[in-house]
């Protein structure tokens, strides 16, 4: 059992397959450079208002999108001024063929509970506490767990009734809560003991328990979660902290995206 650290890495994201890459390439080298969610992004809404099929878009109208500056005054491309122009007009459903595949690490349930309140656009695969034991004397050697930032931070003493000593002693928040985990974990250990089933002896592992989960999301539902989540926004901090941590990951690999979490967001 010990505290944990949240991580998140992500695993896979929406690509173009070689056969399409490779009839870009032919046609222009410029789009076969292209990030590979712009590409779709455009796909998508350019099928909506052109005469063009969807696998020939890219193809016939790239050239006038990719290789011309937004005619808008703003960043980027005409592409990126089509984008922006369609994220503003809230026709973010050409956004959900573009999604992401994370390993998310160390995470508490309180943090799950809220996270899967998101569900259209995510889909979940969590570590069950029903089959991993969490035992101190199993594989996992006991449950970790998170420990909210405000009582990491907090420095105030608090008298507690020490019952081994029979005596009221002062604790900060954060031995306070150790002990409590250290507590719970002697409970369920006991329980196990006792020939309890892991699925039973769960019910006393707390809200700071940690778990891991597989988690993916499309692009237009991760905007409007990262719009509500964001640090600033009144989310708590763990889960501001994983809204942060997933937008540096999708803008590390899609930078274009980067706009979008920045302001727009807040409109999706």
Sequence with gaps: MAETKMNVELMFHTQLSAKFKEKLRK???????????????LTAIRTCYSANKPSEIAIKEGAKYFGS????????????????????????????????????EGVSRALLAQLTRHRAGFSFSVQSQRYVKMGSGDRSGGFDYVVPEKVSRSTKETPFYNVAE?????????????????????????????????????AVLPQSASTNLVMKVNLRALLDFYAKRRKGNGAQAEIADLAEALRREVVEVEPWTAQFFEGVSASV
Excluded: W
């Excluded at 046609?27 to 992004?41: F, N, P, R, T, V």
């Excluded at 703003?74 to 973010?92: E, Y």
């Excluded at 954060?174 to 719970?184: K, R, S």
């Design 69 to 104: 500056a937004a005619s808008d005054g703003d960043s980027g491309s005409d592409a990126d001024r089509l984008i922006r122009q369609i994220v503003a007009s809230k026709h973010t459903s050409t956004l959900e063929g573009i999604a992401f595949n994370f390993a998310i």
């Design 27 to 41: 046609s222009s080298e410029q789009l076969a450079d292209a990030h590979d969610g712009k590409i779709l992004a």
């Design 166 to 202: 029979s005596r009221v002693t002062g604790h900060t928040a954060e031995e306070l809560f150790e002990t409590a985990m250290t507590t719970v974990q002697e409970c369920y250990d006991a329980l196990r003991d006792a020939g309890i089933p892991a699925e039973d002896a769960r």
